[in-house]
């Protein structure tokens, strides 16, 4: 069999989308999946904004933290707000840390956990004092 100019193969191999999808899941029910850590971390956040998460308008919104398998790579504390535009489909992320600062760029919330963690890792000397 012959494949012609109009065939509907193509020689360059199919590449597969950067894009991971997370399931849909309700803002009520992402919120009641937070960690302890995260909840407080959600409470700073809404007393800081002037509109509730997920009030925005044509947009849905889901919150996540590091209990989430998709976000476990954040730090006890963080956040992650999903928020979908329903006219196009376009989805933004938002993190949020334990003081409930936002970052808009993943690779900036890496760079303050970096920090973070090259902070943890200096090791200060312990005293211990045994009273006899």
């Known amino acids: 069999m012959e494949m012609g100019a109009g065939s509907s193969s193509s020689?360059?191999?199919k590449r597969k989308k950067g894009i991971r999808k997370t399931e849909v899941i309700s803002y009520?029910?992402?919120v009641v999946?937070?960690?302890k850590e995260g909840r407080k971390t959600y409470m700073i956040v809404e007393k800081k904004r002037k509109r509730p998460l997920n009030t925005i308008r044509g947009a849905y919104s889901a919150v996540f933290d590091n209990t989430y398998?998709?976000?476990?790579?954040?730090?006890n504390g963080w956040?992650?707000?999903?928020r979908r535009i329903?006219?196009?489909?376009?989805l933004y992320r938002y993190y949020y840390d334990p003081k409930g600062k936002e970052y808009k760029f993943r690779y900036l919330v890496e760079?303050?956990?970096?920090s973070i963690g090259k902070h943890?890792?200096?090791k200060k000397p312990v005293v211990i004092v045994l009273d006899d």
């Open 69 to 75: 398998p998709q976000y476990n790579w954040l730090y």
């Open 86 to 90: 329903m006219l196009s489909g376009r």
């Open 120 to 122: 943890l890792a200096i």
């Open 79 to 82: 956040l992650v707000e999903e």
């Open 28 to 30: 009520e029910q992402s």
């Open 33 to 35: 999946q937070l960690s």
């Open 11 to 13: 020689a360059r191999p």
């Open 111 to 114: 760079q303050v956990l970096t």
